[in-house]
T-cell receptor
Framework: AQKVTQAQTEISVVEKEDVTLDCVYETRDTTYYLFWYKQPPSGELVFLIRRNSFDEQNEISGRYSWNFQKSTSSFNFTITASQVVDSAVYFC????????????FGPGTRLSVLP | NAGVMQNPRHLVRRRGQEARLRCSPM?????VYWYRQLPEEGLKFMVYLQKENIIDESGMPKERFSAEFPKEGPSILRIQQVVRGDSAAYFCASSLGQGRGYTFGSGTRLTVV
């Protein structure tokens, strides 16, 4: 069965601190996709990254970086030099190639960046 | 090139009424997914549709909920005889196909009073 765990329910940091959001997943499939989405206070869902299971290269996009470790089934997300605008709920999600089309989302981590 | 369009953005219904939520996928996308986000909870898959077909409805409540994606027009999520527990944000997403990233709409926030 597929499952996504985001153990951190809420995190508060002060602006300019670095913060890492954890994501651990479970899947029996060998081919799968992992995603991160951001849900700001306005409520929409913003796509951040997609990673397939064969690509373990870490990725950096500006202040965002992602660390994919198949050995520990983790796909952690780090924000460097956080800003108040980063305050949002962040969801990690898993899609299995052979399961169908639906995603399984983690419960989300609420990040508050204080000025 | 408009993204996924959901309307209405906010919907208020009295208990027992029907709620109709609309989703127009991105141009060229023929896969539509509905998710529900209950207060303080993550997103839960409800149903996956392609044009005129329901592919996976394993997340749909057995009663009062239905979804369609006709050949022409938007996808509709229909909730009959709404109850307070149906109050949630309902998100629609569309994609080009398997394993590809979704594009989400802005959601419809349903409030049942």
């Amino acid at each position: 069965a597929q499952k996504v765990t985001q153990a951190q329910t809420e995190i508060s940091v002060v602006e300019k601190e670095d913060v890492t959001l954890d994501c651990v997943y479970e899947t029996r499939d060998t081919t799968y996709y992992l995603f991160w989405y951001k849900q700001p206070p306005s409520g929409e869902l913003v796509f951040l990254i997609r990673r397939n299971s064969f690509d373990e290269q870490n990725e950096i996009s500006g202040r965002y970086s992602w660390n994919f470790q198949k050995s520990t089934s983790s796909f952690n997300f780090t924000i460097t030099a956080s800003q108040v605008v980063d305050s949002a709920v962040y969801f990690c999600a898993l899609s299995e190639s052979n399961y169908g089309q639906n995603f399984v989302f983690g419960p989300g981590t609420r990040l508050s960046v204080l000025p | 090139n408009a993204g996924v369009m959901q309307n209405p953005r906010h919907l208020v219904r009295r208990r027992g009424q029907e709620a109709r939520l609309r989703c127009s996928p991105m141009k060229g996308h023929s896969h539509v997914y509905w998710y529900r986000q209950l207060p303080e909870e993550g997103l839960k898959f409800m149903v996956y549709l392609q044009k005129e077909n329901i592919i996976d409805e394993s997340g749909m409540p057995k009663e009062r909920f239905s979804a369609e994606f006709p050949k022409e027009g938007p996808s509709i999520l229909r909730i009959q005889q709404v109850v307070r527990g149906d109050s949630a944000a309902y998100f629609c997403a569309s994609s080009l196909g398997q394993g590809r990233g979704y594009t989400f709409g802005s959601g419809t926030r349903l409030t049942v009073v």
